[in-house]
């Protein structure tokens, strides 16, 4: 048998962990995986996978509520979820994508040891009593959900988002705590399942830090459905109280509700890792600090995925884990480039994004001309019904190929668009930023 390229023991097997593992071993690596709780990490058991597959149900709840205006009689009663079968359908979902996961490494010859693993040298990684010599050290152990000291999740009442799928019913009423994201997401999707949302945030709107008009048009969205949004309004603790929940605010107000989600961030799984041992000093953060290819300070040893901080999404986690295992293996490779990061937030309508961001233009930080097109003039939209374009998660492949590509605005128009069809704006949008020869 031949020789192994390297032996390269990877911790965590999220996808920071799993995608460096596959193309470790296609490069003819021997590869060990060491995993606390199973195979996909929190992106797929409890994070990225189940939250998605509850917003498909809640994306078919909106749906059905413009049935009527698309000449759809529908019955007398309106639809309702079925929550013990929405959430076991989501576990099962999750169960399912990590046996896929599992199933994946194992044929491409990938050792998987359950447990939790720790440097306890330079190149050497422990599980319980057993040490693996390694040379090379992929650490992908991921994030948690940061808590309120005030508020301390009980699995019943006050919940952070991996404790929902748990609830044998829908929350009657929602405290949602944090407008980031992912609290944009479940409120969205929770308003349309059918319970009463409302949404707290400490900022003046829902997703600072997205681009202002796009978190407009959600926040109008969210308030139109009957959500209650509090803005400029800190939490300060959340306590169980009768059959319910009492959010007390920073100015003294307080919120009652069935149930309290708390959204305020993810903490990285860093401690007790043996970072030290390896030569690794973490950030502020707590955050294992790392270059555009992955490497930490410490020879060797590279880090990937929401333990590094770096961008909380599974692709830039997948990213990073594949562009440390091609430098290490000594195959060319592309530095990670953050500004080509497609991204999407998931509420019901969602907002993608690529490229610079409108705040930079605006700044003056990026030279650029800014087009909007207003989907009322597409045919497409008229004839489903659409005031606000769905999907922007698909619609932004086409743009991100661009960014990617460094395509012109002109090479942009000159690409055939289906008629009618949602992504013809971004061929018009395209069009209408073109200028004559001459202005050049
Ligand atoms: C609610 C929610 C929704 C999200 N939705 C999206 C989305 O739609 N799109 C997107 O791109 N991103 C999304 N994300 C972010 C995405 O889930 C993370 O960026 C991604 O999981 C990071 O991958 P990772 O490999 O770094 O870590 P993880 O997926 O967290 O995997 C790390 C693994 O390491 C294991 N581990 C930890 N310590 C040890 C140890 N000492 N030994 C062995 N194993 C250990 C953990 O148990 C875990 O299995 C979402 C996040 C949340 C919270």
């Given at each position: 048998?031949?020789?192994?390229?390297?032996?390269?023991?990877?911790?965590?097997?999220?996808?920071?962990?799993?995608?460096?593992?596959?193309?470790?071993?296609?490069?003819?690596?021997?590869?060990?995986?060491?995993?606390?709780?199973?195979?996909?990490?929190?992106?797929?058991?409890?994070?990225?996978?189940?939250?998605?597959?509850?917003?498909?149900?809640?994306?078919?709840?909106?749906?059905?509520?413009?049935?009527?205006?698309?000449?759809?009689?529908?019955?007398?009663?309106?639809?309702?979820?079925?929550?013990?079968?929405?959430?076991?359908?989501?576990?099962?979902?999750?169960?399912?994508?990590?046996?896929?996961?599992?199933?994946?490494?194992?044929?491409?010859?990938?050792?998987?040891?359950?447990?939790?693993?720790?440097?306890?040298?330079?190149?050497?990684?422990?599980?319980?009593?057993?040490?693996?010599?390694?040379?090379?050290?992929?650490?992908?152990?991921?994030?948690?959900?940061?808590?309120?000291?005030?508020?301390?999740?009980?699995?019943?009442?006050?919940?952070?988002?991996?404790?929902?799928?748990?609830?044998?019913?829908?929350?009657?009423?929602?405290?949602?705590?944090?407008?980031?994201?992912?609290?944009?997401?479940?409120?969205?999707?929770?308003?349309?399942?059918?319970?009463?949302?409302?949404?707290?945030?400490?900022?003046?709107?829902?997703?600072?830090?997205?681009?202002?008009?796009?978190?407009?048009?959600?926040?109008?969205?969210?308030?139109?459905?009957?959500?209650?949004?509090?803005?400029?309004?800190?939490?300060?603790?959340?306590?169980?109280?009768?059959?319910?929940?009492?959010?007390?605010?920073?100015?003294?107000?307080?919120?009652?509700?069935?149930?309290?989600?708390?959204?305020?961030?993810?903490?990285?799984?860093?401690?007790?890792?043996?970072?030290?041992?390896?030569?690794?000093?973490?950030?502020?953060?707590?955050?294992?600090?790392?270059?555009?290819?992955?490497?930490?300070?410490?020879?060797?040893?590279?880090?990937?995925?929401?333990?590094?901080?770096?961008?909380?999404?599974?692709?830039?986690?997948?990213?990073?884990?594949?562009?440390?295992?091609?430098?290490?293996?000594?195959?060319?490779?592309?530095?990670?480039?953050?500004?080509?990061?497609?991204?999407?937030?998931?509420?019901?309508?969602?907002?993608?994004?690529?490229?610079?961001?409108?705040?930079?233009?605006?700044?003056?930080?990026?030279?650029?001309?800014?087009?909007?097109?207003?989907?009322?003039?597409?045919?497409?939209?008229?004839?489903?019904?659409?005031?606000?374009?769905?999907?922007?998660?698909?619609?932004i492949l086409g743009v991100s190929l661009a960014v990617e590509q460094h395509l012109t605005v002109d090479q942009m128009a000159h690409t055939f668009a289906v008629y009618p069809s949602l992504s013809g704006s971004i061929t018009e949008a395209a069009r209408s930023l073109m200028r004559p020869a001459d202005d050049d």
């Amino acid at each position: 048998m031949d020789e192994p390229r390297a032996r390269i023991v990877i911790i965590g097997g999220g996808p920071g962990g799993y995608e460096a593992a596959l193309v470790a071993a296609q490069l003819g690596a021997q590869v060990t995986v060491v995993d606390r709780d199973g195979l996909g990490g929190a992106c797929v058991l409890t994070d990225c996978v189940p939250s998605k597959t509850l917003i498909a149900t809640s994306g078919m709840m909106a749906a059905l509520d413009g049935a009527a205006a698309l000449g759809i009689r529908s019955g007398t009663a309106a639809a309702t979820v079925d929550a013990p079968r929405l959430y076991s359908r989501v576990r099962a979902l999750a169960r399912a994508q990590s046996g896929d996961v599992a199933g994946r490494l194992a044929a491409e010859g990938v050792e998987v040891r359950s447990g939790a693993g720790r440097l306890v040298g330079p190149r050497t990684v422990a599980v319980g009593d057993a040490e693996i010599t390694a040379d090379i050290v992929l650490v992908a152990t991921g994030a948690q959900p940061r808590v309120l000291p005030g508020a301390m999740p009980d699995g019943e009442r006050i919940l952070t988002c991996r404790q929902l799928y748990d609830l044998g019913e829908l929350p009657q009423e929602l405290i949602v705590v944090g407008s980031g994201v992912t609290g944009a997401e479940f409120a969205s999707a929770y308003q349309a399942l059918g319970s009463q949302v409302t949404l707290v945030s400490s900022r003046d709107r829902v997703l600072p830090q997205e681009d202002a008009d796009a978190a407009m048009v959600v926040e109008d969205v969210f308030r139109r459905r009957g959500m209650t949004v509090l803005g400029r309004s800190r939490a300060m603790s959340a306590k169980p109280s009768g059959d319910g929940v009492t959010v007390t605010l920073e100015d003294g107000r307080t919120v009652r509700g069935s149930h309290c989600l708390l959204t305020v961030g993810m903490v990285p799984n860093t401690g007790g890792l043996g970072l030290e041992a390896a030569g690794i000093t973490l950030d502020g953060g707590e955050f294992i600090p790392v270059d555009r290819v992955s490497r930490t300070t410490a020879p060797g040893v590279y880090a990937a995925g929401d333990c590094t901080g770096v961008m909380m999404l599974a692709s830039v986690a997948a990213m990073q884990g594949r562009i440390a295992m091609w430098h290490a293996l000594g195959e060319a490779v592309q530095p990670l480039r953050l500004s080509h990061v497609a991204m999407t937030v998931f509420t019901e309508p969602e907002i993608a994004t690529v490229g610079v961001s409108q705040q930079a233009v605006t700044s003056g930080e990026a030279d650029a001309l800014v087009v909007k097109l207003p989907l009322a003039t597409n045919a497409r939209a008229k004839m489903q019904g659409f005031r606000v374009a769905p999907r922007a998660s698909e619609l932004i492949l086409g743009v991100s190929l661009a960014v990617e590509q460094h395509l012109t605005v002109d090479q942009m128009a000159h690409t055939f668009a289906v008629y009618p069809s949602l992504s013809g704006s971004i061929t018009e949008a395209a069009r209408s930023l073109m200028r004559p020869a001459d202005d050049d």
